[in-house]
């Protein structure tokens, strides 16, 4: 028999998990904000300035890094809202819960993931 998710319990878990992400990348945009400030000191030395070149493409790295996360986790809420949530994108599989646990925006089973990840 096929147990059924409590999806209430994931529903939550992805919602904590929004909040900590959301909170990190707060915490992390200000401290990249006062790194701005210091390096903005030195904006005439052409070696700083292509380092702050590569700190600020760092930091749009993140941005996106995050952004992609919270994509993923308000595409879980919705799987949760129309109950198609914990099947993989892939196989259509069930995705352990395990791994949901773990991971509650996951989108593939781990199996899938390996497969993807190999190649
Ligand atoms: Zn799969």
């Keep these: 028999m096929e ?20 909170l990190e990348h707060r915490v992390l945009s200000a401290s990249a904000a006062e790194e701005g ?9 052409p070696a700083d300035a292509a380092s702050d070149t590569y700190e600020r493409t760092k930091d749009l790295a993140i941005d996106e890094n995050y ?6 986790i308000s595409d879980a809420l919705k799987k949760i809202d129309n109950e198609s949530y914990g099947q993989c994108d892939r ?10 646990r773990a991971i509650p925006y996951a989108t593939l089973c781990i199996e899938c993931q390996e497969t993807l990840e190999r190649r």
């Design 3 to 22: 147990q059924k998710l409590d999806l209430q319990k994931y529903k939550k878990l992805l919602l904590n998990e929004r909040d900590r992400i959301e």
């Design 91 to 100: 196989c259509g599989k069930a995705i352990h819960p395990n791994r949901l």
């Design 37 to 45: 400030y210091e390096l903005a000191d030195y904006d005439n030395h």
């Design 67 to 72: 952004r992609e996360i919270l994509d993923r």
